[in-house]
Structure formats: C-alpha cells, structure tokens
C-alpha cells in the first residue's frame, strides 16, 4: 500500500421507495435539513454549499448530478478531505441506495489510534444528540 | 481533553466558524472573564488546535483543523454517522409524499 492509498466507508440500503422520491431527500434543502443537516444546498455541478450541525460545519462543493440515478459532492470537514457519492438503483421493490464516502487516509488512522482521548467528550455530546433524536 | 470542556468547546467552534479572532471578541461573546477566556486559549493552543499570531498589542486566533485530523478515527466515526443518517432517511421517506 502506498501512502496515497484511500479507504472509504460504504452503506448500501433498500428503500421501499422509487428513485425519484429517493432523490428528492437527498437533493431538495429542506427535506436534507430534516434527516441530515441544516444546508443552502442545490443540486447544481459547481455549487458550495454548507452542512452546518451542533458539532461543527461541512463545507462541500457538488460534483457530480445525474437525476434520480447519481449525487457526488466533496465533503471537507476538521481537515477530513472526502467526497460523498450517492448511487440509487431502481429495483422492484424501489430503489437500491449506496452511499460510498471516499478519501480517508491509512496514516490518519494510525496516527489516530495514540489519542483518542481527547475526543471521547467531543463526540460523546454527539452520541447524547443522536440519542435523544432516536 | 481539550474538547471535554463545553467553555473551551464552544470558544474553538467559534474560532474555527468565524475564522481568526482576537480574545477581546472571543471574550465579548462568551459569558465567561477574559484571563478565563486567555486560559482556555492556551490549552486549545497547546494542544495544537488555535494557533495564536500577535499583531499589535492584540493576539489573534486561528483554529488549526489539520491539528484534528490525526485525533479522530473518522471512518469509525462515519460508519455510525451515515448509519444513523440513512436510519433518519427511512424515516423521512415514510413520511413524504409520493
């Protein structure tokens, strides 16, 4: 592995629903706002936009938009240089969702693994939030 | 710890959302005296999270967010974040109109 290799974190779902709604959560602000975060996103090739929640904001720039099908979008945070791709997938029952976050590196992680302890508060507060929202 | 404390949290947030900013401002909005504001920058600062720079007779702030990123196991951190978010997706869907 060379030190450019990046890793991803990937969540594929099943939505009992057709892509075209799938869509309009993951593209209109104000249905975004409601199961991700407050946003002045549009989805436009080219367009920054913020994600902004209690434990910080996400500062982002749409990448790719392919209607009802694909949504790519740079996702930059604390010093975390990601991009976000959505795929959806019409399937008989719906839509077949993937969300692939790509671009973390191997050293951050290692680096990670000594201190971790100073975030254990930080993130913590985030768990009491996601907690109470559940 | 230098996040575990919720004064010395939200000062870095501040920071970090506003850009740089002198402890004068970072006092004026706090709630708490400037030397408690001055200390908690200097745990923020050493611990590499703010970067002070002096100008005039005044110190300017900065936060320094590549400090974090060697700090967080962020694909362990995503993983339960887009798990959770996808959850509340579902949700939504159930709820929208067709």
């Known amino acids: 592995m060379s030190a450019e290799t990046t890793r991803s974190v990937v969540i594929e779902r099943e939505m009992p629903h057709p892509p075209e709604k799938v869509w309009r959560a993951l593209t209109q602000s104000f249905l975004l706002e409601e199961w991700l975060m407050k946003n002045d996103f549009q989805p436009v090739v080219g367009h920054r936009f913020n994600f902004r929640a209690d434990w910080g904001a996400v500062d982002g720039e749409v990448l790719a938009v392919e209607p009802n099908k694909m949504l790519s979008y740079g996702w930059a945070a604390f010093g975390l240089e990601s991009v976000v791709t959505w795929t959806l997938t019409p399937t008989s029952t719906g839509t077949h969702l993937r969300m692939e976050q790509s671009g973390f590196r191997a050293d951050q992680e290692q680096a990670f693994k000594g201190a971790k302890y100073g975030w254990q508060g930080y993130f913590g507060g985030l768990e009491k939030v996601l907690a109470r929202i559940e | ?98």
């Open chain 2, 1 to 98: 710890m230098a996040l575990a404390d919720p004064t010395r949290r939200a000062l870095f947030e501040r920071i970090s959302r506003e850009g740089e900013l002198t402890v004068r401002v970072l006092t004026s909005q706090s709630g708490v005296s400037q030397p408690a504001v001055s200390k908690h920058l200097r745990v923020l600062k050493e611990t590499g999270l703010v970067r002070a720079r002096h100008k005039g007779r005044e110190t300017h702030y900065r936060a320094r967010p590549r400090g974090l990123a060697p700090l967080v196991d962020w694909m362990n951190f995503y993983s339960r974040y887009w798990q959770d978010r996808i959850d509340r997706l579902e949700d939504l869907l159930k709820r929208m109109e067709q």
